[in-house]
C-alpha cells in the first residue's frame, strides 16, 4: 500500500500534497562530524573542503516528471579539483560565472533508491545563476539515475521514492 504523500517544505514549511520533488543529503558521504573541529575542513549549505585534500559543492540533479510538466530534484554533493573548485569558489557570487564551462566531478551523495550505488558517477557540474544551485549532469550511462535524468520519470515513480525513503 503507498504511503499518504503529504509533506512540508524544508524551505517555506508550507504544506503540499503528493510526495516531495526534491531530496537533499546536507553532506558528501564522506563527510563526518568530527572533520568540523579541524582547521582544514568546513562544511556549508553550499560547499565543503574535507582535510584540505577533497573539496566539494552542492548542486542538484534535474529529473523531468513527464506525466506532470514538474521537475523532481535530488540535492547531492560533488567532488571537484583543487582547481575546479578554487574557481568556482572566486565566482560564486559572481554573475559572470553563469559563462563558465562545466566542472568535471564525481558524485558523492548516495541516493539509496536505486539498486547500484550512486557514488563516484561521473558528471558535468553546469554553473548557473547567483543564487541558483550548480546543476549537475550525470554522463549518460545505463546506470537508472542516467537514464532517469535523459529520459524523465512518472509520477508513479516520484511516489515509490517517497515510499522507499520514508521507509528509510
Known sequence: ?????????ACCTEHGDGPPLSYGA????????RYSRRRDSELTAD?????????????LIEIPVRDSGDTFAWG?????SEANFTRAHGLWNDP????????FGWLSTELPVYPHSTLHLKTHVHTRAVGLRPLVEVEPTDHPLAIEQREGITTSRVEEIADVLARG
Open 47 to 59: 560547499q565543503c573542503v574535507v582535510k584540505g585534500r577533497h573539496f566539494f559543492v552542492h548542486g
Open 26 to 33: 546536507p553532506a558528501p558521504a564522506v563527510w563526518k562530524p
Open 96 to 103: 559572470a560565472r553563469e559563462q563558465e564551462p562545466p566542472y
Open 76 to 80: 547531492v554533493w560533488v567532488s571537484l
Open 1 to 9: 500500500m503507498a504511503a499518504d504523500h503529504h509533506h512540508a517544505c
